[in-house]
């Protein structure tokens, strides 16, 4: 048996923003391998993203810094390149639905046949499971209250991006 700090776990994904529904996968994920890599990836098929790879990265950073073993690293190209270069020995992706599972397990599948490396599903908090990227980038864009969906750093870009108060308007969401 493998100790598990020892372990290096893969969580991609575009990040745009990143979420409190990824901090507690990522939290998760430190409990249970020791290392996170947190691979903020470009993926083809979204456009190219409100918030640009960079400012992702360090936003990432940002929200993450408080956790032992984790890292926050960009990468092009594919998730199972990214764990080839990070020495990943899993890659971790958190499920909100039914539907969010068909798709992971189709890509675990083609990811293990091409590299051999395993996925890992977590699902997400039940209090978390209707958060999501798109729609955050809508709420905020419409000046809607986010500062319960994201961590405080995002909060910030975001209203900075939109030109509207991190907070919104109490009385919408």
Do not use: W
């Not at 979204?46 to 993450?64: E, F, H, M, N, Y």
């Not at 990943?88 to 083609?110: C, S, W, Y």
């Not at 709420?139 to 209250?145: F, H, P, S, V």
């Amino acid at each position: 048996m493998t100790d598990s700090s020892s372990l290096i776990a893969l969580y991609p994904g575009s990040f745009d923003p990143f979420h409190n529904g990824h901090l507690a996968v990522v939290t998760e994920v430190a409990e249970l391998f020791g290392n996170v890599v947190v691979a903020v990836m470009h993926n083809p098929d979204k456009p190219s993203g409100l918030i640009p790879l960079v400012d992702r990265v360090q936003l990432a950073r940002r929200c993450t810094e408080h956790l032992a073993g984790v890292r926050v690293e960009a990468f092009p190209g594919l998730a199972v390149q990214a764990a080839a270069a990070t020495g990943a020995n899993f890659i971790v992706k958190g499920l909100r639905t039914p539907g969010d599972f068909e798709v992971e397990q189709q890509m675990a599948h083609t990811n293990r046949s091409v590299t051999g490396i395993r996925t890992v599903y977590l699902p997400s908090r039940a209090d978390q499971a209707f958060i999501s990227s798109r729609f955050i980038r809508e709420i905020a864009q419409n000046g809607g209250r986010i500062d319960h969906l994201v961590p405080e750093p995002v909060s910030v870009a975001l209203a900075g991006i939109f030109g509207k108060p991190s907070g919104g308007d109490k009385g919408r969401s």
